[in-house]
């Protein structure tokens, strides 16, 4: 994958999880300072809009990376970082398609159906996601940390390898 199009996709998961955390924040867990208020916050509506026109760019950016990253390590076998990746792509269809059914929703029980698909959907994906970035990290100082338990001072023995 490309430098561009990965922080194409770091760039539009931030803003648009972030917008979404807020939100949900605003929505479901801040009190209204007046008891006749439609909403929470007096930011929470122009967050909802933001979030609603900011989530396009996840859809565009994992359209960008689908073949040359997702279907082409598909293709090859390749098996790092694969159950974050599957759990990643099994939860953007529901995300993405609850997230637009969430605005088109004419009654009550079909909207609060969509939300909650949405909101279980988008806490799997961010899940997904840090998992998907943070994994290779940890494997990376795995080997850094065994590689500098090898590597000893000059003179001393070194640690018998285990083959196993």
């Given at each position: 994958m490309k430098r561009i199009e990965a922080?194409?996709?770091?760039?539009?998961?931030?803003?648009?999880?972030?917008t979404g955390l807020v939100y949900a924040w605003m929505r479901y867990f801040s009190t209204p300072t007046d008891p006749y208020s439609v909403v929470n916050h007096p930011w929470q509506p122009a967050m909802q809009h933001w979030h609603v026109l900011l989530a396009p760019l996840v859809v565009f950016a994992a359209g960008l990376i689908w073949r040359e990253h997702v279907w082409k390590h598909w293709k090859l076998g390749i098996r790092r970082?694969?159950?974050?990746?599957i759990s990643l792509v099994l939860t953007?269809?529901?995300m993405?398609?609850?997230?637009?059914?969430i605005q088109t929703a004419v009654s009550e029980g079909w909207r609060n159906a969509w939300v909650a698909i949405h909101l279980v959907?988008?806490?799997l994906w961010i899940l997904g996601y840090?998992?998907?970035?943070?994994v290779?990290?940890?494997q990376r100082r795995r080997v850094a940390v065994a590689r500098r338990a090898y590597e000893t001072e000059p003179g001393e023995r070194r640690p018998a390898i285990n083959p196993s």
């Open positions: 922080w194409s996709v770091h760039l539009s998961n931030l803003l648009v999880a972030g970082r694969r159950r974050s990746g953007l269809v529901p993405v398609a609850s997230g637009y059914l959907a988008s806490g840090a998992a998907h970035l943070i290779p990290l940890l």
